[in-house]
């Protein structure tokens, strides 16, 4: 009883201490280089899941330096990580987006994100590449930097997560089911012949390959499974002439 009495004094005696909230990129002693060596030796801080340091100071054909590249220990996922201090500004998001272009180029049998860490990531940068996340996979990580006496701590957050376009073959559960007739009075039939022409083609070297109709477009199956590695979409043309009846 006295014992857990002590501890609970122990606990309340306690005191709270504000952290000083800093900036690094004014900071006398720490730099860039201290942030990268301090996420390069726990890449774990940055909230990427289970990662590990692949190389730092990458050098890239024909640019600068990649920062830091990140592997997920269990899976072919990689992440360019490119740091700043500050605020986000155009020149980091391209060159972020640059380097994820020549490594996912340099090494295609991996996933790659790309990842950039500032102190502060502005509004202005979030409309952005908000534009098109989801066609380039882009994980944007707030840093924040506190002072307790003479110990620094730092904080990641992430403040944009990037976002996976699902395929068309997620959409095949869903979409209502059409046949040959539809297509046929959609277009034409000389349309949809056009279309089993390039089927013949497609024989040649797949010869399970058959026609697959969807609402919006014609597809492909193999062997009764889809496998869209084709796909017939209809005419713009048409497309402007029958919407005005619709």
């Known amino acids: 009883m006295r014992q857990l009495q002590t501890e609970k004094e122990d606990k309340i005696s306690l005191k709270y201490i504000k952290p000083e ?11 860039e280089r201290w942030v990268q060596n301090q996420i390069a ?15 730092k100071e990458r050098k890239q054909p024909k640019a600068g330096r990649l920062d ?36 996912r180029k340099r090494y295609p049998q991996y996933e790659h ?18 534009l098109f996340n989801g066609f380039i996979p882009l994980i944007a990580i ?7 006496g003479d110990q620094i701590g730092l904080f990641f957050t992430t403040v944009m997560d990037k976002i996976s376009l699902g395929l ?28 089993d022409k390039m089927l013949l083609l497609i024989q040649d ?4 390959a058959d026609l697959n109709y969807n609402r919006s477009y014609i597809g492909l199956t193999v062997k009764g499974q889809t496998n869209n590695f084709a796909t017939f979409p209809p005419p713009k043309k048409w497309n402007t002439s029958q919407n005005k009846n619709q």
């Open 41 to 55: 030796e726990d890449p774990a801080i940055l909230g990427l899941g289970d990662v590990y340091l692949k190389d």
């Open 21 to 31: 909230h800093i900036s690094l990129k004014n900071h006398p002693e720490f730099n």
């Open 142 to 148: 707030q840093m924040n930097a506190f002072q307790v």
């Open 113 to 130: 994100t790309a990842v950039l860490v500032a102190e502060k990531v502005n509004s202005r940068f979030l409309n952005v590449v908000s």
């Open 68 to 103: 830091l590249l990140l592997q997920e220990i269990d899976t072919d996922s990689r992440y360019e990580v490119e740091i700043q201090l500050g605020e986000t500004d155009e020149s980091h998001i391209i060159r972020c987006i640059e380097y994820w272009d020549i490594e």
């Open 205 to 208: 070297f797949e010869p399970d």
């Open 168 to 195: 068309i073959d997620d959409e095949e559960e869903t979409a209502a089911v059409v046949d040959r007739s539809y297509w046929e009075k959609r277009v034409s039939p000389e349309a949809v012949q056009s279309v």
